[in-house]
C-alpha cells in the first residue's frame, strides 16, 4: 500500500513540474518565434492562461466513445514516458517507474498515444482530422526509423538497454554520450525534428490547410487534456534526450538549462523553414538522418 | 486400439457424419460439425499424454505416430482456433451453399494439421501435409470465384513445395533406410555436404511456401482473403503455423549442425524481414480489409520466421510466442472482417464507414486485436515484438532489427486504416440499417482478443509451455533468466516488469478518462458526425464526407520506389518464358505425320553420312 502511493505521489510531483517547465516552454517558444518575426510576442505565461482558460470552459459536445477517450490515451503517454525516463541523476528524485521499463519499452509507449488520439480523431468524421491523421502517421513511419538507429546504436555500444545504465556510465567515465557517439546524437536530433511537428515537419496540424487537423473537432476540456498531455510528453522528450546524450541533470536548474538548449533546436529550425509536404518529409527522415543513424551502428559495432 | 488411431478416426468419422447428414438435415450436420471438433479438443487433451508413440507398418514401411511437447505446443493453436471458428462458422455459413463440403474440408484439415504434429516418420508427414493442402485448396476454391486465378496459384506453389519435400525424402531414405524423422536427424551430421545443404534447402522451400516467405508468397494474398472468413481464421492463424513447425524442426535438428551454418540463418533471418516489410507496404495500399489482412500475415510470419532463422533462446521464445498470439489476434480480424462483410455485404474500405456505434462488439474485438498486432504494450503484441527485438541486438543483427522495426512501424499504418476504414469517420446513412453481428460470431473473437489482453500482463502463460517444446527440441530451461510469469529479461540482463506497467497505464487512463468524463458531465450530448464544421461550414446529412479513397497516399508515394516490381511479375515473366519454350517444341511435335516423316529420314541420313565415324 505503501508502494502504491509512493508511486502516485512521484507520478503526481513529475506530472506538475512536466507541466509547469512544458507549458512555460511553449510560451517562451512564442517569445522567440515572435522576435525572429520582429513582433513583441505574448508574455512567457501566455500558455498558462489559455490552458487554463480551456480547462473552465464547458464542453457540451462529443462525436462519440473513442472520441472522448483520444485525450487520455494520449496522457497515457505522456505520463507513462515521464515516469519511465529518469528525471534527475542518481535517483535524488522519485524513482517513479524507472527500472520497470527499457527504451524499446519506450519507443512504443511514446507511440500508443499518438495512435490512441487517432482513433479519437476519426471518429469526430471530420476528414481533415483523418486526413492529418494519415499524415502524422506516414510522418511517424519517417522519424522512428533515424530515432531507433540512434538508440540501437547506444544499446550495441554500451551493452544494455536500460536508460538508467547509459546515464550511470556517462556518470562513471564523465563523457557525455553525444561526443563518445556523435553520430547518434545527430541521428537521434534531426529525429527530433519530426517528433516535435514545428516547421518543416508540422503537416500534420497545418492550421491553414487543414484547420489543425486531428485537434479539430476538440474543445474544452479534450484541447486542455490533449495540451497539456503535449506540454508533459514534451518535457520527457527533451529530459531523455538529456539523460541519454548530455549526461542526465543533478538539480533543476541543470535540467532546464539543458533541456531549454535542446528545445530550441526544433523551435529555430521551424522559425526557418517552410513546409514539407508529407513524401517530402517522409524521404527527408530516410535520408540523411538514416545515413546518419548507419554511421552510428556502424560506429558503434566497429570501433 | 491407441489413443492416436481413436483421435483420428473421431476426426474423419466425423467428417464424414457431417458431410452425409448435409443430406438429412442442415441442423444434424451442424450438430455433428461442431461435436466432432470438440470431441476431437477434449479427446485431444484427455487421453493423449505427450510422450505417447504408437509404431505400426504399412505397406512394407514403418511408421511412428506419436507426440511431443513442441507439438503439443503447435496443437493449443490449431485446436483452440478451429475450436472458435468452427463456432463461428456456423453463424457465418448460415444459408451458404455445399455446407456439407465446407465443414468436411475444415474437419479434415483439423486432422491433416494434428497429423503432422504427430508424425514421427517421413511419409505420414507427406501424406497428412498434401492432404492438408488439399483441404485448404478445396476451401481457397469453395466460393467459386476467379478459381483460375486463386486456386491454381496456390496449388502450384503447394505443387512445387511438395515435390522439394518428397525428393527430400527420397534423398534420406536413399542414405539412411529410414523414414523415422528422429532417425534422419541423427544421421543428418553423417550425411555428404552437399547432401547436407541440400536436404534442409529443399525442406525449407516446402515450409516457406506454407509460411507464405518471400519469393514464394505469391499465392496467399488470393487464397486468403477468398476462403470464407471463418476458415481464413484458422487458414491464416493456424495452417500457416505448419509451415513454421517444419522450419523450426528443420533449423534447430539440421541447420544447427552444418559447420558454418552463420550465412545460411542470416539469409533466411533476412528473407524473413524483406517479407515483413513487403509485406506491410504492400498491406498499407490495400482497400479490401481481406486482402488487408492476408497481406498483413504475409508479414507478421515474416517476423516468426525471422526469429526462427536467429535461433537463439530468446529469438526462439519470440517466434513461438508470435505464433500463438498471430493465431490470436489474426484469428479474430479475420472474424471480424467477416462479421462485417456478412452484416453489410461488403468489406471495401471505401464504401463501409462509421460502424462503430452499430457493431460495437466487432469494434472492441478488433481494436484489441489491432493493438496487439501493432505491438503496442499493454497488449500480448508487445511481449513478443519485445523478445524479438532484444533477441535480435544481443545477437548483433544491427540493421535487421532497423528493418523489423520499419515493417511493424509502418504496420501503424494498415492498423490505423482498418480500423478507421471500418468504425470510424462519417456515418452513412446507407449503413444505417446495420446491426451487430449474432453473439455466435462475435464471442469467439471477443474470447480471441481477450487473450491477447492477457497475454500482455502474463505473457507466462504461454512462453511456459514454449519453453517446455523449447526444451524437446534441445535448449536449456529458460525461464527465470529470459522471463517468468509477468516479467521479461533480455541477455544482458535488462529486464521490462509487466505488471507494474501495465497497471500504472490502467490507472492514468482511468484516472483521466473519469476526469474528462466528470466534467460537464451533465450538460454534455452525443451529436452526430455530420454536425462538425469543415471549411468553416457544417456539411449537409446527404453530403458525404468520408475520407478513405487513396487514404495513405503521401505514405505511397515516399514508399512507391520499392513497391515497383510485384514478385508475381517475375512468376508471370517466367510463365511466358516457358510458354515460349513450349511453342517452340510444339513446331517440333506439330502431329503431322509427314513432319514425322522427315525427320526419321533426316535421322537415317545423318546416321549414314556419319557411318563411318561411329561405327566404324
Request: one cysteine or more; proline letters at 4%; glycine letters at 8%.
Amino acid at each position: 500500500m505503501g508502494e502504491i502511493l509512493q508511486y502516485t505521489w512521484g507520478a503526481i510531483v513529475s506530472f506538475v513540474l512536466a507541466f509547469f517547465v512544458g507549458i512555460t516552454y511553449m510560451g517562451l517558444s512564442r517569445i522567440v518565434t515572435a522576435r525572429v518575426q520582429n513582433r513583441i510576442g505574448p508574455p512567457w505565461y501566455q500558455n498558462f492562461f489559455d490552458v487554463f482558460k480551456l480547462f473552465s470552459k464547458d464542453t457540451s459536445i462529443h462525436h462519440g466513445i473513442m472520441h472522448h477517450m483520444g485525450p487520455a490515451f494520449m496522457m497515457v503517454t505522456a505520463v507513462m514516458s515521464l515516469l519511465i525516463i529518469p528525471i534527475f541523476n542518481g535517483g535524488s528524485f522519485f524513482t517513479n517507474l524507472n527500472f520497470h521499463g527499457d527504451l524499446i519499452f519506450l519507443i512504443y509507449i511514446m507511440v500508443f498515444g499518438p495512435l490512441g488520439m487517432a482513433l479519437g480523431a476519426g471518429q469526430t468524421g471530420n476528414p481533415n482530422s483523418a486526413i492529418g491523421v494519415t499524415r502524422g502517421l506516414s510522418q511517424i513511419v519517417g522519424f522512428e526509423i533515424p530515432w531507433v538507429m540512434a538508440l540501437v546504436a547506444l544499446m550495441i555500444q554500451y551493452k544494455t538497454t536500460s536508460i538508467v545504465d547509459l546515464m550511470n556510465i556517462q556518470a562513471e567515465t564523465g563523457k557525455w554520450l553525444m561526443f563518445t557517439s556523435p553520430f547518434a546524437f545527430i541521428a537521434a536530433v534531426l529525429a527530433m525534428l519530426g517528433m516535435f511537428r514545428y516547421a518543416p515537419f508540422d503537416i500534420v496540424g497545418a492550421p491553414q490547410e487543414l484547420a489543425s487537423g486531428p485537434m479539430s473537432e476538440n474543445g474544452g476540456k479534450y484541447l486542455f487534456v490533449m495540451m497539456s498531455s503535449g506540454a508533459v510528453f514534451a518535457f520527457a522528450k527533451l529530459t531523455l534526450y538529456v539523460d541519454i546524450f548530455m549526461g542526465g541533470a543533478n538539480n533543476l536548474i541543470i535540467l532546464v538549462v539543458k533541456t531549454f538548449i535542446l528545445y530550441m533546436i526544433p523551435v529555430l529550425y521551424g522559425i526557418v523553414s517552410p513546409r514539407y509536404r508529407t513524401e517530402q518529409s517522409v524521404r527527408f527522415f530516410w535520408g540523411w538522418p538514416t545515413l546518419f543513424g548507419l554511421l552510428a551502428i556502424l560506429q558503434a559495432a566497429f570501433l | 486400439m491407441n489413443m492416436i488411431f481413436i483421435l483420428f478416426a473421431v476426426l474423419l468419422g466425423g467428417a464424414l457424419l457431417t458431410f452425409f447428414s448435409n443430406k438429412v438435415s442442415g441442423l444434424l450436420r451442424d450438430i455433428f460439425f461442431l461435436l466432432t471438433v470438440l470431441a476431437a479438443g477434449v479427446f485431444f487433451y484427455l487421453f493423449i499424454k505427450k510422450g505417447d508413440t504408437v509404431s505400426f507398418s504399412l505397406a512394407g514401411l514403418n511408421l511412428q505416430w506419436g507426440l511431443n511437447a513442441f507439438g503439443w505446443y503447435f496443437s493449443l493453436i490449431v485446436l483452440g482456433l478451429s475450436t472458435l471458428a468452427a463456432f463461428y462458422a456456423l453463424a457465418y455459413m448460415r444459408g451458404k451453399e455445399r455446407l456439407g463440403y465446407f465443414y468436411f474440408n475444415f474437419l479434415v484439415s483439423i486432422l491433416s494439421m494434428l497429423g503432422i504434429l504427430m508424425s514421427r516418420d517421413l511419409v505420414s508427414f507427406f501424406v497428412f501435409w498434401e492432404i492438408m493442402t488439399w483441404s485448404s485448396y478445396f476451401i481457397v476454391i469453395y466460393n467459386g470465384k476467379n478459381v483460375q486465378r486463386n486456386g491454381i496459384n496456390y496449388i502450384i506453389f503447394s505443387t512445387i513445395g511438395a515435390y522439394a519435400m518428397l525428393t527430400a525424402i527420397v534423398l534420406v531414405y536413399t542414405n539412411t533406410d529410414s523414414l523415422i524423422i528422429s532417425d534422419m536427424i541423427t544421421s543428418y551430421p553423417q550425411f555428404t555436404p552437399v547432401l547436407q545443404i541440400f536436404v534442409p534447402i529443399l525442406f525449407l522451400m516446402a515450409f516457406s511456401v506454407k509460411a507464405a516467405m518471400m519469393p514464394l508468397h505469391v499465392w496467399a494474398p488470393d487464397a486468403y482473403s477468398n476462403s470464407p472468413m471463418a476458415y481464413s481464421s484458422v487458414f491464416s492463424g493456424a495452417l500457416s503455423k505448419m509451415g513454421i513447425y517444419g522450419m523450426i524442426i528443420v533449423f534447430v535438428t539440421m541447420i544447427s549442425y552444418l559447420p558454418d551454418s552463420t550465412w545460411f540463418k542470416e539469409i533466411f533471418a533476412w528473407l524473413g524481414a524483406i517479407t515483413a516489410i513487403m509485406g506491410t507496404l504492400w498491406a498499407v495500399s490495400q482497400d479490401d480489409a481481406r486482402k488487408l489482412l492476408a497481406y498483413s500475415s504475409i508479414a507478421q510470419l515474416g517476423y516468426i520466421i525471422t526469429g526462427v532463422a536467429i535461433g537463439t533462446e530468446l529469438a526462439m521464445l519470440s517466434a513461438l510466442f508470435l505464433a500463438v498470439l498471430h493465431g490470436l489476434f489474426k484469428g479474430a480480424l479475420f472474424m471480424a472482417v467477416g462479421a462485417i462483410e456478412r452484416q453489410t455485404g461488403t468489406v471495401n474500405f471505401t464504401e463501409v464507414t462509421g460502424l462503430i456505434r452499430k457493431m460495437p462488439w466487432t469494434f472492441i474485438a478488433s481494436l484489441l486485436a489491432i493493438i496487439a498486432l501493432a505491438g503496442i504494450p499493454p497488449l500480448g503484441g508487445f511481449v513478443g515484438k519485445w523478445m524479438l527485438y532484444e533477441s535480435l541486438i544481443n545477437s548483433n543483427h544491427y540493421i535487421l532489427v532497423i528493418a523489423i522495426f520499419f515493417a511493424s512501424t509502418a504496420a501503424f499504418l494498415y492498423c490505423y486504416k482498418f480500423l478507421f476504414g471500418f468504425f470510424l469517420g462519417q456515418e452513412e446513412k446507407e449503413w444505417e440499417h446495420v446491426k451487430e453481428a449474432p453473439a455466435l460470431m462475435v464471442v469467439p473473437m471477443m474470447i480471441l482478443a481477450i487473450g491477447t489482453v492477457v497475454l500482455g500482463t502474463f505473457p507466462g502463460i504461454i512462453l511456459k509451455p514454449a519453453d517446455i517444446a523449447m526444451q524437446s527440441l534441445g535448449y536449456a530451461p529458460t525461464e527465470g533468466h529470459l522471463w517468468s510469469m509477468s516479467v521479461l529479461f533480455n541477455e544482458w540482463g535488462d529486464q521490462v516488469l509487466l505488471k507494474p506497467l501495465v497497471y500504472a497505464i490502467a490507472g492514468i487512463f482511468l484516472f483521466f478518462l473519469i476526469l474528462l468524463t466528470v466534467k460537464g458531465w451533465k450538460t454534455m450530448r452525443y451529436v452526430t458526425t455530420k454536425d462538425i464544421s469543415s471549411s468553416g461550414e457544417v456539411p449537409l446529412e446527404d453530403e458525404n464526407l468520408t475520407f478513405s479513397i487513396n487514404f495513405f497516399q503521401p505514405f505511397m508515394r515516399a514508399a512507391g520506389p520499392v513497391m515497383k516490381k510485384r514478385m508475381i511479375t517475375y512468376y508471370r515473366e517466367f510463365g511466358k518464358a516457358i510458354d515460349i519454350l513450349f511453342d517452340f517444341t510444339r513446331r517440333i511435335y506439330n502431329g503431322n505425320g509427314q513432319t514425322y516423316a522427315i525427320y526419321v529420314m533426316i535421322f537415317l541420313v545423318i546416321l549414314l553420312l556419319l557411318k563411318n565415324n561411329l561405327f566404324g
